[in-house]
T-cell receptor, first 114, second 113 residues
């Protein structure tokens, strides 16, 4: 069965600083990988996804993520955070099979200091 | 497009009562998912449907939970009887196909007293 681990529950970063959120997955083959963001009181919004090809994926709002097969990781990065980036971020893995379901990590809450 | 619509937005009920959460997926989407989010357990998949057929309900916690999708534009998640530990935010999400983006509703905040 697939699983996702986000080791950091909370991260505090200063506005303008860089941000990296860690995600490790467990799956028997190459999975589909996603990062979602959840703002307070809202549903989840897709930031980016990896299916195949270039292992560095660009997403919305200036985010990018890199798939590293050898490390079973899919870390999310942003070079310079804005106060509006304060939210909870979820990594998810989907199986490459019919009717695939997404399994989410526990989430990382990002706080942005002025 | 109105997006995925969930109702009610908030539900407060007493233990033992029946609770019904509703979801209208985006028109044309053929997969629908029900998730539950709590601080302790994070986001958990409860059940999902493809073309109105339940595919995987292994995440449904117990027999008190049931979900239906009578047609492509409507789904319900029912809890009967409800218990305080069911208090959570319940999200519905839909998508068009296997590799496509999942669109989430705003969620239903359920409080069981």
């Amino acid at each position: 069965a697939q699983s996702v681990t986000q080791p950091d529950i909370h991260i505090t970063v200063s506005e303008g600083a860089s941000l990296e959120l860690r995600c490790n997955y467990s799956y028997g083959a190459t999975p589909y990988l996603f990062w979602y963001v959840q703002s307070p009181g809202q549903g989840l919004q897709l930031l980016l996804k990896y299916f195949s090809g270039d292992t560095l994926v660009q997403g919305i709002k200036g985010f990018e993520a890199e798939f590293k097969r050898s490390q079973s990781s899919f870390n999310l990065r942003k070079p310079s955070v804005h106060w509006s980036d304060a939210a909870e971020y979820f990594c998810a893995v989907g199986a490459r099979a019919a009717g695939n379901k997404l399994t989410f990590g526990g989430g990382t809450r990002v706080l942005v200091k002025p | 497009d109105a997006g995925v619509i969930q109702s009610p937005r908030h539900e407060v009920t007493e233990m033992g009562q029946e609770v019904t959460l509703r979801c209208k997926p985006i028109s044309g989407h053929n997969s629908l998912f029900w998730y539950r989010q709590t601080m302790m357990r994070g986001l958990e998949l409860l059940i999902y449907f493809n073309n109105n057929v339940p595919i995987d309900d292994s995440g449904m916690p117990e027999d008190r939970f049931s979900a239906k999708m009578p047609n492509a534009s409507f789904s319900t998640l029912k809890i009967q009887p409800s218990e305080p530990r069911d208090s959570a935010v319940y999200f519905c999400a839909s998508r068009t196909g296997l590799n496509e983006k999942l669109f989430f509703g705003s969620g239903t905040q359920l409080s069981v007293l």
